[in-house]
């Protein structure tokens, strides 16, 4: 079974301040993927990153960076001066073989707001 | 990225009603479609999975003659919601992968938010 654990339920920042949204999962699969999307309030999801379990190297997208400590079956996002348009749900998911990898497994979701 | 278009966006209803949403992958073939639902302020949770050309799985406390999932073809899904209530009311979102297998990805639709009255 997969298991995604968003334990940060809201979260809020002051614009310009750094944030770092947790996720910690829990797989049987030997590959797998792990995703961070992001759910404005309109409701669609936009994807954000996909990493695979053999890529453990640290990903930087601007103010975005990913954190994957397989040691510890973390996958941790930091948005770097934050801003407001940053407000919104940010879901952590993973694939994994048993789902053929198509299936996702969403965490909970961890609500950001951004205050001016 | 690959393109799933999802329609309509908003739907209002009547109870008892049926309501059908669309799910289509635009620029690619999709063998396979997922359907989601996410009730307010929750995740997102997988409802069946849709098989083009036979039926479709469903999850465990998913009501299959109340969700009816038809897969036409290798671009459009379909998802009815039959005899709709209220508690039906929910963000419902469908995503496709261009091939099975480890080096894929799923795109997921715009959403579709029913709200039945």
């Known amino acids: 079974a997969q298991k995604v654990t968003q334990a940060q339920t809201e979260i809020s920042v002051v614009e310009k301040e750094d944030v770092t949204l947790d996720c910690v999962y829990e797989?049987?699969?030997?590959?797998?993927?792990l995703f961070w999307y992001k759910q404005p309030p309109s409701g669609e999801l936009v994807f954000l990153i996909r990493?695979?379990?053999?890529?453990?190297q640290n990903e930087i997208s601007g103010r975005y960076s990913w954190n994957f400590q397989k040691s510890t079956s973390s996958f941790n996002f930091t948005i770097t001066a934050s801003q407001v348009v940053d407000s919104a749900v940010y879901f952590c998911?993973?694939?994994?073989?048993?789902?053929?990898?198509?299936?996702?497994?969403f965490g909970t979701g961890t609500k950001l707001q951004v205050i001016p | 990225g690959a393109v799933v278009s999802q329609h309509p966006s908003r739907v209002i209803c009547k109870s008892g009603t049926s309501v059908k949403i669309e799910c289509r992958s635009l620029d690619f073939q999709a063998t396979t479609m997922f359907w989601y639902r996410q009730f307010p302020k929750q995740s997102l949770m997988l409802m069946a999975t849709?098989?083009?050309?036979?039926?479709?799985?469903?999850e465990q406390g998913v009501e299959k003659d109340k969700f009816l999932i038809n897969h036409a073809s290798l671009t459009l899904s379909t998802l009815t919601v039959t005899s709709a209530h209220p508690e039906d009311s929910s963000f419902y979102i469908c995503s496709a992968s261009r091939t099975a297998g480890v080096n894929t990805e799923a795109f997921f639709g715009q959403g579709t938010r029913l709200t039945v009255v």
């Open positions: 797989t049987r699969d030997t590959t797998y993927y």
């Open positions: 990493r695979n379990s053999f890529d453990e």
């Open positions: 998911a993973l694939t994994g073989r048993g789902g053929g990898y198509q299936k996702v497994t």
């Open positions: 849709s098989n083009e050309g036979s039926k479709a799985t469903y």
